[in-house]
């Protein structure tokens, strides 16, 4: 799957990730729509990494998930602010 992010750049999730970090990735897109705040959303990130999957224990941010996340987390605090202007 080719990602595109805001800021233009792009990934390619079979390439540019390990097998750990699109399982880390799957987690993210999840709390992307759930996370009730970017703080919320930071603390599910942290925790996917560090456990890993499968038994692999932490795993090392890689650039690649790290302008993924990041990307992320704007779409997150959107969203939240769009949830807030129709309440």
Known sequence: M???L???QSFDTETDLTAVER???QKLF???SM????EE???KKEEALQKGWNQSGPIRESEAIQAIARDLEEKVIL???EEKGLS
């Open 2 to 4: 080719i990602l595109t």
């Open 6 to 8: 805001g800021n233009g």
């Open 23 to 25: 399982h880390v990735l």
């Open 30 to 32: 999840l709390w992307k």
């Open 35 to 38: 996370a009730t705040s970017v």
């Open 41 to 43: 959303f930071r603390k």
């Open 79 to 81: 969203r939240l602010h």
